[in-house]
């Protein structure tokens, strides 16, 4: 099972959004709305930060929002704040031979 | 609060063996499924195993036949057993809460294995 496709960094300045994205196939992505996302600061263990696609667990500030079109995922951050700078992993669960893939992660930089 | 520590992380040699434990606290192992997720040094997330409450197990083909995961209900912790370690088993293992497809709701601080001779 390959791993969902991020690009490897995404940068901006404080204050704007942006947005990463997660691409997958109707095998994972594309076919549930089993999507998550999954901060991760330097040495620290991954958050997690969006599931269900969609959905925020409590705790997580609403500046985090996800959304899915056919096989791709994002995930926007607006109001970009230096504590934003971190690691994002998307994952989704998958009909594969393994539960779930994780994507390659893409690492966000406050300018 | 739920709050998972790992330990047993360590130096072994390749075709080595290493148990790595994780004690919870805040969640119930036994009523929860439980997961180990590792992460190569510089690199991405990788699912490495799961059990489920009715203890039910699944594993990731690259360590299928070479992990087992348990738990100990009275302690209230859960185990990775590694046996035949391999140099590309090098890496950070996280114990995770499973919450259900592919999401994992709480992580631990992590424990470093590194295989090489």
């Known amino acids: 099972q390959s791993a969902l496709t991020q690009p490897a960094s995404v940068s901006g300045s404080p204050g704007q959004s942006i947005t990463i994205s997660c691409t997958g196939t109707s095998g994972d992505v594309g076919g549930y709305d089993y999507v998550s996302w999954y901060q991760q600061h330097p040495g620290k263990a991954p958050k997690l930060m969006i599931y269900?696609?969609?959905k925020r667990p409590s705790g997580v500030s609403n500046r985090f929002s996800g959304s899915k079109s056919g096989n791709t995922a994002s995930l926007t951050i607006s109001g970009l704040q230096a504590e934003d700078e971190a690691d994002y992993y998307c994952?989704?669960?998958?009909?594969?031979?393994?539960?779930?893939?994780f994507g390659g992660g893409t690492k966000v930089t406050v300018l | 609060e739920v709050q998972l520590v790992e330990s047993g992380g360590g130096l072994v040699q390749p075709g080595g063996s290493l148990r790595l434990s994780c004690a919870a606290s805040?969640?119930?192992?036994?009523?929860?499924?439980m997961s180990w997720v590792r992460q190569a040094p510089g690199k991405g997330l990788e699912w490495v195993s799961v059990i489920y409450s009715d203890t039910s197990t699944y594993y990731a083909d690259t360590v299928k036949g070479r992990f087992t995961i348990s738990r100990d209900n009275p302690k209230n912790a859960l185990y990775l057993q590694m046996n035949s370690l391999r140099a590309e088993d090098t890496a950070v293992y996280y114990c995770a809460s499973y919450l259900y497809q592919f999401l994992f709701q709480h992580w631990g601080q992590g424990t470093l294995v590194s295989v090489s001779s």
């Open positions: 269900d696609v969609s």
């Open positions: 805040g969640l119930t192992v036994s009523s929860n499924y």
């Open positions: 994952s989704s669960y998958t009909s594969g031979s393994t539960l779930g893939v």
